[in-house]
């Protein structure tokens, strides 16, 4: 609707105008311009010592607030490096076993090795110690261990402060022969001495660049809140000159970054056969996948209509490194591009089974989403194997999915739910109807 602007009295006042000679219409005009600046002027000079009150007051707001931020950032910093130099004085004063624990680390004793220099005799240590492990099967294994012949001891350790492991290799006088904390694990938080709780969840001993001297592999799981851990993965060479070990950073950030952390199979698999799902995370186009063996699921692959993002065709598929199955979905548009990669697999070790994929819209936005329905084996606490089923859910947004967090922690996964009873209960949980409404999925 149109508002009419201007009363009565201003539409004669305009009439008046018009009946005027247009001279003195020129000569009414300048004097109206000039009684409106005046009118500004005036009310500029008024509210001047105000408007100058009200911005010097602000700009000693925002210096004070710089100020303080800049202050509060050199007190962290100072305290930063207070905690480093404190952490690194005691760490440094480790000279022998018993030190350890005098100087704040508590030792994680399930994982102490005997270390050979040579991989062969590693091995045969190890071999050795399983074979004891079996004829004494009410024997401790800690006392096992301390009793196998061996140039050192490996002690992990982990600091009580600031919850970062250290490595201690003692030799057969007690006295330490080397130590490192040079780990992704002490890095899971940057720019902080405190790091999450964590566990050591699995070391191995393995030649991994083909010189025939132990090298070492570590898990450790690191405590990200609300009951989710995380793994990082780590690898130590042993230098041929000496007893010294190295990290390649690099290796580090690979073996995390694309998931190859879950176990320490797959860390071997990547640093010494040179096996990586690195291309899973990187690949543009389905055709790229291919090339490196990825395997297509081709009885759950089907073509979908998804709003805006046009048709797409949905390629579930696994890539095997070492003995696991590792589980990925992707959509592909029609020239083969790669559009989306989901990873419902999430931190379990391999795709046991794929229950099904349904694609329907889920939280009643008008947008079809995905479902993924699959059984999934790992290692459990006490290392042995576990099949478990999960389901997880995607949203379709503008231009992409995002993964559901919230369903899961009301309607947790069962070993009896199917496809419709999880889609019925997703769409419950949003209030919507919990028929099974197939038209939806084409």
């Known amino acids: 609707m149109k508002v009419r602007s201007g009363s009565t009295g201003e539409k004669k006042g305009q009439a008046y105008e018009m009946m005027l000679p247009q001279r003195k219409i020129q000569r009414r005009q300048p004097c109206r311009q000039k009684a409106k600046l005046i009118a500004v002027l005036c009310t500029v000079a008024l509210l001047a010592p105000c408007l100058s009150a009200a911005a010097t007051e602000t700009g000693t707001i925002q210096n004070n607030t710089a100020e303080a931020d800049a202050m509060q950032a050199v007190r962290e910093t100072d305290n930063i490096r207070a905690q480093y130099e404190e952490y690194n004085a005691r760490f440094a004063a480790v000279e022998h076993r018993n030190d350890i624990t005098e100087k704040g680390f508590e030792i994680v004793d399930i994982h ?41 001891l490996m002690i992990p350790a982990y600091d009580k402060t600031y919850h970062r492991l250290a490595l201690f290799f003692v030799d057969q006088e007690d006295r330490i022969v080397y130590k490192t904390d040079r780990f992704e ?12 709780m964590q566990d050591l969840v699995s ?9 025939s001297l132990t090298d070492i592999l570590l898990i450790t799981s690191c405590d990200v809140g609300e009951g989710k851990k995380y793994r990082i993965g780590d690898v130590l060479f042993q230098d041929t000159e000496g007893l010294i070990f190295y990290r390649d950073y690099r290796i580090s950030d690979k073996i995390n970054r694309f998931g190859m952390n879950q176990n320490t199979d797959s860390i071997t698999a990547f640093v010494r056969d040179g096996y990586s799902t690195e291309f899973l995370y990187t690949a543009v186009t389905l055709s790229e996948l291919l090339q490196h063996n990825f395997q297509i699921i081709t009885e759950q692959c089907h073509t979908r209509t998804f709003g805006k993002l046009g048709k797409l065709q949905v390629v579930p598929g696994t890539y095997r490194i070492a003995d696991y199955d ?106 919507w109807k919990t028929e099974d409404d197939t038209d939806i999925d084409r």
Not at 185 to 196: A, D, E, F, K, R
Not at 360 to 365: E, K
Not at 418 to 424: F, I, L, N, R, W
């Open 185 to 196: 694990t002490n890095s899971c938080v940057l720019g902080q001495m405190q790091q999450p």
């Open 112 to 152: 102490i090795f005997p270390v050979q220099y040579e991989i062969d005799r590693q091995k045969e240590m190890e071999t050795e110690l399983v074979r004891q492990m079996k004829a004494e099967p009410e024997a401790d294994v800690k006392d096992l261990k301390m009793n196998m012949e061996a140039p050192m």
């Open 326 to 431: 590792v589980f990925m979905v992707y959509l592909v548009n029609e020239q083969d591009y790669i559009l989306s990669a989901l990873q419902p697999m999430g931190d379990y070790d391999n795709l046991y089974a794929l229950k099904g994929i349904n694609c329907r819209d889920i939280d009643g936005d008008g947008l079809k989403d995905i479902i993924v329905l699959a059984r999934y084996s790992y290692e459990d606490e006490e290392h042995k194997l576990a099949v478990v089923s999960d389901y997880s859910i995607y949203y379709q947004r503008t231009g992409g999915f995002s993964v559901d967090t919230e369903i899961k922690k009301q309607y947790p996964c069962s070993e009896e739910d199917t496809m419709q009873s999880v889609v019925e209960k997703a769409r419950a949980y949003w209030g």
């Open 203 to 211: 070391v191995a001993f393995q030649d991994l660049n083909g010189d």
